[in-house]
């Protein structure tokens, strides 16, 4: 006689506190969150690297630099997306100021203005660590459909 082994079930997914899941908007959004931060962390790595001595890590740095802004507008696209969808506006409002600030970053890079673009640089990723964090902690349910009304067919 074999005995199973209990089945454990599976882990349930995060839930607002009236018990919604966030939505695939929310979802894309958080994602799109966390690579921008992701990728925005080796920036000081690459352009630290250069500043010890070798030159080539400004290619890096530069690469970097069109990679960050373009997840930026990514992301403020896709919060665009979740205001359109529910209404959320801190999301876009927040995504508007660090893309804001990631283009005077990028322009005052290419422009040689360090007193600008080192602290404006600072700034950014921790923002943008604030920014990640709150989305992930937030529930972004999906969009709520309107219930249907006593005597409306579209039932």
Do not use: C, K, N
Not at 22 to 36: D, E, K, N, Y
Not at 67 to 77: E, H, M, R, S
Not at 96 to 124: C, I, K, M, R, S
């Amino acid at each position: 006689m074999a005995i199973a082994a209990p089945r454990t079930p599976p882990e349930p997914e995060a839930r607002s506190a009236t018990g919604e899941r966030t939505g695939p908007a929310g979802r894309t959004l958080r994602a799109l969150a966390a690579a921008h931060t992701a990728v925005l962390f080796g920036q000081p790595v690459f352009a630290g690297v250069y500043l010890s001595g070798d030159f080539d890590a400004l290619g890096w740095h530069a690469a970097g630099a069109d990679a960050v802004t373009t997840l930026g507008y990514l992301q403020l696209i896709a919060a665009l997306v979740l205001w359109i969808r529910l209404r959320r506006a801190w999301p876009l409002a927040a995504s508007l100021a660090v893309a804001a600030a990631e283009t005077v970053q990028y322009f005052a890079g290419l422009g040689g203005a360090l007193w600008l673009h080192l602290p404006l640089g600072v700034a950014t990723i921790a923002g943008t660590v604030v920014l990640t964090t709150a989305l992930w902690r937030t529930p972004l349910p999906a969009r709520r459909t309107a219930p249907a009304r006593e005597g409306d067919d579209r039932a």
